[in-house]
Nanobody, 125 residues
Framework: AQGLMESGGGSVPAGGSLRLSCTVT????????MSWFRQTPGKSREGVAG????????YYADSVKGRFTIPQGNPKERLDLQMNSLKPEDSGTYYC??????????????????WGRGTQVTIAS
């Protein structure tokens, strides 16, 4: 089946690291935002990191800048998220997402996104 599938979630203590991976089987010909969103109970999904495949520009939410990185150089069928210096507030369900988009809206939840099923990240204080 075509889509997005996340892996790599888990539970680590505060200050630790996790690397999430997304296997992409969508046809992403053209310019796409490939992004990571997270969601906690009672809150809407927020974009935390994204990359536009048209120009390889990356985008990060202020809350994760300097800690989260989308490693570049992977094949287009794979989207990773390296998360360092994790905090308890980083806990949540992380979703891999893809949207056809040529601009800088890779963290915009109002786009028409294709979603993975999510992977749980828990950071213990």
């Amino acid at each position: 089946a075509q889509g997005l599938m996340e892996s790599g979630g888990g539970s680590v203590p505060a200050g630790g690291s996790l690397r999430l991976s997304c296997t992409v089987t969508l046809n992403t010909y053209g310019r796409w935002c490939m992004s990571w969103f997270r969601q906690t109970p009672g809150k809407s999904r927020e974009g935390v990191a994204g990359i536009n495949t048209g120009d390889d520009n990356t985008y990060y939410a202020d809350s994760v800048k300097g800690r989260f990185t989308i490693p570049q150089g992977n094949p287009k069928e794979r989207l990773d998220l390296q998360m360092n210096s994790l905090k308890p507030e980083d806990s949540g369900t992380y979703y891999c997402a893809a949207a056809r988009q040529s601009g800088n809206r890779c963290l915009d939840p109002t786009l028409t996104w294709n979603w993975g099923r999510g992977t749980q990240v828990t950071i213990a204080s």
